[in-house]
């Protein structure tokens, strides 16, 4: 297969990509297009926007890209007019003005300083690559567009190839050499993620691999072979092609569920002169527009995206207080403590944060505040460079920073100063002295001196694995505004789509109910007169939704639902009645009475009572009135319940919607203990020196072992302020195991060890 590979890539010369009109030509079609855009936007500074507009033009016709161009611009505007929210960008795509105002992208990248050669230029090796993001849910409609338009012939799947891995590959030679099973999954037990590729490795490193293969060297020696051979195929998750003739000219293809697909990956498409086209989905997006419409139900208010004002102090404040749970991206306990730290003042500010939150530039977000904090002690190697680098203090945070300082300092084009970064990036040694040497000339041909060109090579080179793309992090920090927005002025709805979005995560759902709490909306157990599906809003109050009732399936969800149209639950026993006649079982019920949803038919009765007479009850159903009430009145036990069996039933609330309606968990013991901490500042406390002291109820434990055997426990504690997880390292395990129980109340010390992560101590036990 390689060889008729590298055969069709020989024979391959030019870019065969669809022709978007075949009765005009691309050219003058995208030019236009372009310049209507120009006028659209009512752009400033018209003179600099249409030089950039005219270079970009003319490397995107030198490249033959124009029908790229359209075709893309097509299938987004598709998308917007059918009400199908596409993403601001998605790499570095923003930073072309033709993306922007063909409508592709929503980021200006003029004024937020994007740089087009770094998204395409006459010298790149590689095709362009417009990646888009679009609602999760509903870009299956853009890929049926895009197939409908262009016809199947000429519009294909990229196939992908699931190969063999260590384990996969002994389990499949043993059933052929008919070797026992239970030997088979004893040796591949031994197979780690360091071997998954390397078997002959594993027999030389492991003793007792190696006792294995004394045993069966044909299994391993075989084995061994057919290590990465394509197993079984699947269809790329977001990848299609388009091509300027049918595609069978060109590869062969398959059917696969009626859906043709290359035989060839998704890597040896661009060498075929074929571009892959990535139809993204981001659930974002969706949540976003849920959000939107719900707001536009509740408040008869229409929201729009391009509405949301940009930079708004209030909403800036809010992220910079730590708020920032259901923030796209910002979400964690790391992240949430740098926002705090950095206190964005802007969208790019939150761009800076997610292009440092990430291993390797994380090392320089120390120097990042300390400069940010005290600008004035910045020391610049020269004002060109302070140009480049005051709105980041001093640190290279972007990859397109770097193409600047290259470009200022040799004297280069975007286009070479894109090269440079990719080459030094990618550490390729061989060309790395020469490159040194070139920009040590061209630096010094340009009026640096020979030590200030080496420090300033020097500079660059240390920041070459950190930069990030700032298209692509400003794209995303766009992202996160609107939703960080979103929350600050419609909370309610925020928090009601969150729910609804994760209804099958109980740990999810606890924290968006505390953040609920939090933001002081109210929150209502499940209601078998008024829940829906998913969480709703009712009265300015958020009601359970059933499926977010764990083990409640949506068919019985949708059986309850059309029941309800045609009867009003009158009271536990007539709607029992309802249920037991149209085949809803006992199971079902009992987990509608122990979640709550039941709550308001018990008539002065308890959840406990009418669990325990509700077979007798289900039984006798067949003998009730219209009316509610029995013919033959069944056998009742009206027995009180013990403090036990009520306490239990609360945790079955809680084990069912994940969150505890029931008192306030710190009343218990708020004279005994009066903390100044709680979870919402503890969440912090990983990066924060010193112990802090808190008081919470485990509200779950699960206890695991490590790989050397050593046991220890992930909590799950909650308080008004939020339910966290934390982790309890085995030193710390081994003194506390044996006190710790779920719903127990307890005064934690919370210190920062265990490298940064949170380590728990409980010294006093409620």
Request: with cysteine; hydrophobic share 40%; glycine share 4%.
């Amino acid at each position: 297969m390689i060889e008729t590979i590298d055969i069709l890539i020989e024979q391959q010369k030019k870019i065969n990509f669809v022709k978007f009109n075949e009765s005009i030509d691309s050219k003058t079609l995208l030019n236009q297009m372009v310049m209507d855009g120009l006028k659209k936007r009512k752009i400033k500074n018209d003179e600099i926007y249409l030089t950039r507009a005219n270079t970009e033009l003319d490397v995107i016709n030198k490249m033959n890209l124009n029908d790229y161009f359209l075709v893309v611009q097509d299938y987004v505007n598709y998308a917007k007019k059918n009400n199908i929210y596409v993403g601001p960008g998605r790499g570095s795509a923003a930073g072309s003005l033709v993306s922007f105002l063909l409508n592709i992208t929503g980021i200006d990248p003029i004024a937020n300083d994007l740089i087009f050669e770094r998204f395409l230029n006459e010298e790149r090796e590689t095709m362009p690559d417009i990646d888009v993001d679009f609602e999760d849910d509903q870009r299956y409609k853009v890929i049926e567009y895009i197939f409908d338009k262009y016809t199947n012939a000429r519009t294909s799947y990229i196939i992908t190839f699931q190969r063999m891995k260590a384990k996969m590959a002994l389990t499949d030679v043993g059933r052929i050499l008919e070797i026992d099973l239970k030997i088979i999954k004893m040796i591949t037990g031994l197979f780690g993620v360091q071997y998954e590729t390397d078997i002959m490795g594993a027999v030389k490193k492991n003793l007792k691999i190696k006792e294995y293969y004394d045993k069966y060297p044909q299994l391993f020696n075989i084995a061994s072979k057919i290590i990465n051979f394509p197993r079984s195929i699947g269809i790329h998750p977001a990848g299609i092609i388009l091509c300027g003739e049918e595609i069978t000219n060109i590869l062969p293809t398959i059917m696969i569920d009626e859906k043709i697909i290359t035989q060839f990956e998704a890597e040896h498409m661009e060498p075929l002169g074929l571009i892959k086209m990535d139809i993204l989905g981001l659930s974002n997006l969706t949540i976003i527009k849920e959000i939107i419409n719900l707001i536009k139900e509740n408040k008869s208010y229409e929201l729009k995206l391009e509405d949301i004002e940009i930079d708004n102090e209030n909403v800036l404040k809010q992220m910079s207080n730590g708020d920032t749970v259901g923030i796209f991206q910002l979400e964690s306990n790391g992240m949430t403590n740098l926002i705090r730290k950095l206190k964005p003042k802007n969208v790019e500010e939150i761009s800076q944060v997610l292009a440092l939150f990430r291993p390797g530039p994380m090392e320089n977000i120390k120097v990042f505040l300390e400069n940010k904090n005290a600008p004035n002690n910045i020391q610049y190697i020269n004002q060109q460079f302070e140009k480049v680098l005051k709105k980041t203090y001093n640190i290279v945070v972007y990859q397109e920073q770097m193409m600047e300082l290259i470009k200022i300092i040799c004297n280069y084009s975007y286009a070479k100063a894109d090269i440079f970064r990719r080459i030094i990036s990618k550490k390729k040694i061989d060309q790395l002295a020469l490159l040194k040497k070139d920009f040590i000339n061209d630096a010094i041909k340009n009026n640096y001196s020979e030590e200030q060109s080496n420090k300033i090579f020097s500079y660059i080179e240390s920041f070459a694995d950190y930069g990030f793309n700032h298209s692509h992090s400003l794209s995303y920090a766009y992202i996160s505004y609107w939703m960080a927005y979103l929350k600050y002025y419609y909370p309610l709805e925020f928090i009601t789509v969150l729910l609804t979005n994760n209804n099958s995560n109980v740990d999810k759902v606890n924290q968006y109910i505390e953040e609920a709490k939090s933001l002081s909306l109210k929150v209502l157990p499940p209601s078998i007169k008024l829940s829906k599906e998913e969480f709703i809003i009712k009265n300015d109050a958020i009601i359970f939704g059933l499926n977010a009732i764990k083990g409640f399936g949506i068919s019985k969800t949708q059986q309850i639902l059309e029941l309800r149209k045609k009867y009003d639950f009158k009271n536990y026993n007539q709607t029992i009645s309802v249920f037991a006649k149209n085949n809803i079982g006992i199971s079902t019920i009992q987990l509608l009475i122990k979640s709550g949803t039941f709550d308001e038919l018990l008539e002065n009765k308890s959840r406990f009572f009418l669990l325990n007479n509700l077979e007798n009850i289900y039984n006798a159903s067949k003998l009730l009135t219209e009316d509610g009430n029995f013919i033959i009145n069944p056998q009742l036990d009206n027995s009180e319940p013990t403090k036990e069996i009520l306490e239990e039933l609360k945790i079955e609330q809680f084990n069912l919607l994940g969150f505890d309606f029931s008192i306030n968990q710190k009343q218990v013991v708020l004279d005994e203990y009066r903390g100044n901490n709680n979870l919402v500042n503890l969440a912090f406390a990983s990066m924060n020196e010193g112990k802090h002291k808190v008081l919470a109820k485990i509200v779950s434990i699960k206890h695991i072992n490590t790989k050397y055997g050593a046991e220890m426990a992930f909590i799950n504690a909650s308080d008004e302020s939020k339910t966290i997880r934390i982790t309890i390292w085995p030193p710390v395990y081994k003194r506390i195991h044996e006190i710790i129980k779920e719903n127990g109340i307890f005064i934690f010390t919370i210190s920062n060890e265990e490298k940064g992560m949170i380590g728990l101590d409980a010294n006093k036990y409620i």
